[in-house]
Nanobody, 123 residues
Framework: QVQLVESGGGSVQAGGSLRLSCAIS????????VGWFRQAPGKEREGVAS???????VYKKYVEGRFTISQDKVNKFLYLQMNTLTPEDTAIYYC?????????????????WGQGTQVTVSS
């Protein structure tokens, strides 16, 4: 059984930084792609960043230049370094993993999801 567990969320002031981690356990078929999504109160889940099967990375424009996604394939960890945070980044952040055709920001392409970690940014 594949499980994803996020950690590293918290409360920070605008301009601050957080680093999210996602531990992937269980037997997940390779190759797989991974990504971070977020959901703010009253809004739909939206993509943040993703890593494809061969290591390509892609970001949504609203985080590009501020967030960095990285992956430790050996130990099956996924990270999201978030800098220059703004109140608009406040959301529950989810990590996800999937196989097959990589469509980075389509939630339906991801088979496995974590429970989420709360990020709150105050002004």
């Amino acid at each position: 059984q594949v499980q994803l567990v996020e950690s590293g969320g918290g409360s920070v002031q605008a301009g601050g930084s957080l680093r999210l981690s996602c531990a992937i356990s269980g037997s997940i078929d390779t190759p797989y792609f991974v990504g971070w999504f977020r959901q703010a109160p009253g809004k739909e889940r939206e993509g943040v960043a993703s890593v494809g099967q061969v290591g390509s990375t892609v970001y949504k424009k609203y985080v590009e230049g501020r967030f960095t996604i990285s992956q430790d394939k050996v130990n099956k960890f996924l990270y999201l370094q978030m800098n220059t945070l703004t109140p608009e980044d406040t959301a529950i952040y989810y990590c996800a993993a999937g196989q097959g055709q990589w469509k980075a920001f389509e939630p339906g392409r991801y088979k496995y999801w974590g429970q989420g970690t709360q990020v709150t940014v105050s002004s």
